[in-house]
């Protein structure tokens, strides 16, 4: 595609219950993040991939969220034992990596733990 | 991390130029500012970036102060699309050769007719 791409665009789920978020990069980029925003907030960074490897995951706030890239492309945020403060839109960007090389935001995945 | 710091609110006429300033007084010199726009329920788009010298392309304009503390974005004709929360950011480097985008609170630019 020509964009980022993040599946679903919106996700309720109860609290308690294990939730999977999805993005598809833009081909060929290596890097991808992952950001979460709560309402009124900017973007907040949580983990961001070099190729398959999980390169820095400083920003996952507790041991509940857990990302994959297994294959260098699509990329799966986990998180177990939702809370309702989980509740946020959770964006995907990719890019070529570098310092100077821009970042191409997905549309965001809106979850709401109830 | 160094920290950006926005106005929280600006208007803006239709047609007129919009400036919008960022303070950065703690940048490094490896340090490039970014600046991206968010507009509402949608993800942040990139706008502009530089290092050192000023940029120019077909959204917007940067101009960075000589000591790098400061810079503004110049939107020169806005429209009412141009309606968002403006972030300026200071790409921090992370491992290797990537590097996240830090965002604050950013400006909300109001365009009115």
């Known amino acids: 595609g020509a964009g980022v791409s993040q599946t679903p665009s919106n996700k309720v789920t109860e609290k308690g219950k294990y939730v999977e978020l999805r993005c598809d990069p833009i081909?060929?980029?290596?890097?991808l993040y992952w950001y979460r925003q709560s309402l009124g907030q900017g973007p907040e960074f949580l983990i961001y991939?070099?190729?398959?490897?999980?390169?820095?995951d400083s920003g996952l706030p507790n041991d509940r969220f857990f990302a994959v890239r297994p294959e260098g492309s699509v990329s799966t945020l986990k998180i177990q034992r939702t809370e309702r403060g989980d509740s946020a839109v959770y964006l995907c960007?990719?890019?070529?990596?570098?310092?100077?090389?821009?970042?191409?935001f997905g549309q965001g995945t809106r979850l709401t733990v109830v | 991390d160094a920290k950006t710091t926005q106005p929280p609110s600006m208007d803006c006429a239709e047609g007129r130029a919009a400036n919008l300033p960022c303070n950065h007084s703690?940048?490094?010199?490896?340090?490039?500012v970014y600046w991206y726009r968010q507009i509402h329920s949608q993800g942040p788009q990139y706008i502009i970036h530089?290092?050192?010298n000023n940029e120019t392309n077909e959204m917007a304009s940067l101009i960075i102060t000589e000591d790098r503390k400061s810079s503004t974005l110049i939107l020169p004709h806005a429209t009412l699309r141009d309606t968002a929360v403006y972030y300026c950011?200071?790409?921090?480097?992370?491992?290797?050769?990537?590097?996240?985008?830090?965002f604050g609170t950013g400006t909300r630019l109001q365009v009115t007719l």
């Open positions: 960007a990719s890019s070529f990596g570098g310092a100077s090389t821009e970042a191409f």
């Open positions: 081909s060929g980029h290596t890097a």
């Open positions: 991939f070099q190729g398959t490897g999980a390169a820095d």
């Open positions: 703690t940048i490094s010199g490896n340090e490039y």
């Open positions: 530089g290092l050192k």
């Open positions: 950011i200071v790409r921090v480097p992370l491992t290797g050769t990537a590097s996240k985008l830090t």
